[in-house]
């Protein structure tokens, strides 16, 4: 019975059924934009991009997220069971999911979007990964950044009301009909550095800046 529940949530058809519920679910929030045409107009002009976002927020993102779609942008996802549906949702909307985290498959799936950010020049990172730590930028963002030569550009949710979920990332569910901000930051161009202690003073540089905007 529990395998025959496991095939079914990881289903074409359940996968289906959850995409189209969460964008749904998204339509009865109202949502405004913040800081978009800075990095939109960078890449129309042939710039590469990087958005960077905490696990805890990315749900609240997905309808407005279906926009990106005409530039095929990837992203990355475990390659857990729950990662395997988060998948199917992505790719629903529009987005490239790209297999792997730092736990397992890591250093296949960066060389993976390495490759797809040079070309399509857009991506989207979870910049704490499936796991955390909460609060936790891990090096993964600074080395995609650094390979594709992208401005990473920070991004984040405020929710007027939601829900925390009592997980590891505080998850976040906006309230239905609740006033959503998808905040974007300004443009972050690091230059590639060698030096270990460089790397870490431009990995802390991202926490610090989008730490505000978690809820720990």
């Known amino acids: 019975m529990r395998i025959k529940l496991n095939r079914f949530l990881r289903s074409d058809l359940f996968i289906s059924f959850l995409y189209r519920f969460a964008r749904a679910y998204l339509w009865t929030l109202r949502i405004k934009i913040e800081n978009e045409n800075e990095w939109m107009d960078y890449l129309k002009n042939g710039g590469t991009v990087l958005i960077c976002v905490w696990h805890q927020q990315f749900f609240s993102a997905i309808r407005h997220f279906t926009n990106y779609k005409k530039f095929n942008p990837s992203i990355m996802i475990s390659q857990s069971k729950d990662g395997e549906i988060v998948a199917g949702i992505a790719k629903r909307g529009g987005w490239h999911p790209i297999r792997g985290s730092s ?38 963002a600074i080395r995609l950044a650094h390979a594709a030569d992208a401005a990473i550009v920070p991004f984040c949710v405020y929710a007027e009301n939601g829900w925390h979920f009592n997980s590891w990332d ?5 309230k ?36 505000p905007a978690l809820k720990t």
């Open 170 to 174: 505080k998850f976040l569910l906006p």
């Open 176 to 211: 239905p009909f609740s006033k959503v901000l998808l905040r974007f930051g300004k443009m972050i161009k690091f230059d590639k550095v060698k030096d270990e202690e460089a790397f870490e003073m431009q990995r802390r540089q991202l926490e610090k800046i989008m730490l």
């Open 103 to 140: 736990s397992r498959g890591g250093k296949e799936a960066l060389k993976n979007m390495i490759a797809n950010l040079k070309k399509t020049k857009l991506a989207t990172h979870i910049v704490d990964g499936p796991l955390g730590p909460l609060g936790k930028v891990k090096p993964g």
